[in-house]
């Protein structure tokens, strides 16, 4: 680093990382949405939590932790931020947070704006309904398939008189025509449950489930190669939930479950889905309350990185082709 690179304080990667707004990896704020490509964008709600609250808190650190993030990626050499346009476009925050399914639609509204202006999004939940109202922004006019990386399917139906919440968005969107069960994998299952037909809608309607046991003995090549296969070339978004990891590695989430992936592992996963064509993903569950240490929002922040880098290559890829 040079001298004059030092002095270059109009360049927020060039200032410490202690000064100035914590904006996700230190990106432009641009809420009015002009000249991006990807939208690094919030969801601040928790509303569809049934256990321990808190993600609504998820973005705010993710995005503090963000700025120990780097330009580049070592492993595979790709610098998103030289790739796209990348910005931070604010949060999908609902102004009447008590109430589900208008909260639902209030997150949908703001996606279809990024939608409307071809800006894929890369999302920090939030708890993982949130992923229905961004779904039904960006597939209403196809179905896409779908590399899903977690502890649960989410699959399930009503709880506790809702067919809303964390545990069901997939469901849900399989049945509204959002999402294409026979593209879709679900990587990481495990834990402990009250009926063994729970997540019986995953298998009935044709998703790949990968049970944390098969992953162990494919491993993560093989996993990777399943999930390519899968999810073939059409339209396809990732949905990373961070309760997918090992609460020794992320025990600030609402649902942790043993026996998860390591952050290696979960790194290598996402930079197998490269040169795939994604149209969008998130990261959620991410609740710091449950963290003292700020462990789960690092790791958060830097799988959302390794996010960024395959949908910053799938957009480039698409552009020029």
Known sequence: MTKRDLNDTNDPMMRPR??????????PLKENLEDVDIGLIGVPFDGGVTSRPGSRHGPREVRNQSTMVRMKNQATGVSPHELCKVADVGDAWVPSPFELVGSHASIQQAFEKLHERNILPVAVGGDHSVSLPILRAIAKDQAVGMIHIDAHCDTGDDYMGSRFHHGAPFSRAVEEGLLD????????????INDLDLWKFSHDSGMRVVYMEEFYKLGVEKTIAEARRVVGDGPTYISFDIDSLDPAFAPGTGTPEIGGLSTLEAQLLIRGCRDLNIVGADLVEVSPAFDSSGNTALAGANLLFELLCVVAESRQKRSTT
């Open 18 to 27: 202690y000064v100035g707004i914590p904006t996700f990896f230190r990106a």
């Open 181 to 192: 069960p026979k593209r879709t994998v679900q990587i990481g299952i495990r834990g402990s």
